[in-house]
């Protein structure tokens, strides 16, 4: 049985950064593997007066790190055409049809269209409108809509874009992608819950003290300042890439593995998440700045200073807080969720948190029960990048007189191997697009949800200031992020901060 997915793509933005980057090498990674054969083709449009030779030339460049002959660049890059447009004019849209009716004939493509738009989000709505009006959207065939983050800077924009896309498209040709969700860990995720019943028996608020999901980057904002003093930690990483890890980690086993079920037990998970009152953000969420720094001899400069960034910026480029779930399975249960730029390493990592035994029967003969201290808690911790497994801690002897516990870990992580052989994410959710498997994309509904968990957080900042910078480039964030856990009487379990005073690489 073939494996070849037939389609036209359309990728709006096609001379940026994105599409070079991530959309190009995807593609090219499967027509090597044999998913895209001939019965495929690219439009790339953009304002740009480029010719097919000159945009061909341009996508071999973006696959100049794969070991490739001169003949298979050649042969993938013909099935590249460029089209000059400007989404605003009508007339540009004819120019496009005529393109995709002759490359559809050309290459027996049966209708089957992917519309890809790589570009500023206030350009959705217009671009939507148009592929109806002018019949790009074709008859017979499918038609599939690919839209990159920020869906809306909170619910009402939000709901407006997503009003105006469904003018055109309904709600299931529509996927809205999160490269995170396209990770081997991220769906790894199910796999080591739902296909353990030793982790799924324990997996509820009976056993779990807490849980953790930390998404820290080691690098400043760089050369995307203007954007992101915009934007924000807040809605750059935990309105969508946070929010989806959490709704994993909460769903209700589904009846059966389909995108059906799964999407429906994400929603309800997103919708059992408390949405905080204004005095309950103040104390269960906070925000931080990066100032100057030095780790490792290498110093850094204060946020305000980055490039494009203003010199008073208010904009958090941290956030860490706790998230309380009000359903059966997780009342109780702390999620506490943390994301950053300029942190100590780059990571993203989830540690589920074990209660200790109910009574530790190694204490002392000295010891009550209640005089004793707890035995040390397992963890369980799921590593997505930049390593890719999973670690469990568990409890043991030490080696010697008595019976002191010693934590031993079991640790698996993916090989350099299997890691370089297994798809990227992008390359996972174009594959999934084509076969009109939504599961690894957000839903609406999801979007929804997060942002009216968003909005109440941005609402009540918005109305205060704070003093920034409050945390060295370098370090794991702002004091205010270990106290909010220290009041619950838990701590952060990767603080890789510690290893560096060790050392004296951090002061």
Known sequence: MSNEQIALFTIFGGTGDLAKRKLYPSLFRLYRKG???ERFAVIGTARREWTDDYFREVVKESLIDFDSSENELDSFASHFYYQSHNV?????YHNLKKLATALDEKYRLNQNRIFYLAMAPNFFGLIT???????????DGFNRLI??????????SAAKLNDEIRGAFEEDQIFRIDHYLGKEMIQNISAIRFGNNILESLWNNKYIDNVQVTLAEALGVEERGGYYDKSGALKDMIQNHTLQVVSLLAMEAPAIFTEKNIREEKIKALNSVRIYSPEEVKQNFVRGQYGAGKLAGKE???????????????TETFVAGKLMIDNFRWRGVPFYVRSGKQLTEKGTRINIVFKPTPINVFRSENETACQAQDTPRNILTIYIQPTEGFSLTLNGKEIGDGFNINPVKMDFRHSADTLDNSPEAYEKLILDCLKGDSTNFTHWDEVAQS???????????DQETTEFPNYASGTMGPQAAFDLLERDGFNWIWNPDEWYRERGQLN
């Open 88 to 92: 605003t004019e009508t007339e540009h």
């Open 300 to 314: 850094f400069i204060n946020y305000r200073d980055e490039l494009n960034v203003d010199p008073q910026s208010e």
């Open 451 to 461: 942002w009216r968990i968003v909005d109440v957080i941005r609402h009540v900042w």
């Open 129 to 139: 409108e148009h592929l109806k009006s002018e019949k790009i959207v074709t008859p």
């Open 147 to 156: 839209i990159e983050k920020p869906f809306g800077t909170d619910y009402n």
């Open 35 to 37: 998913f895209l054969k």
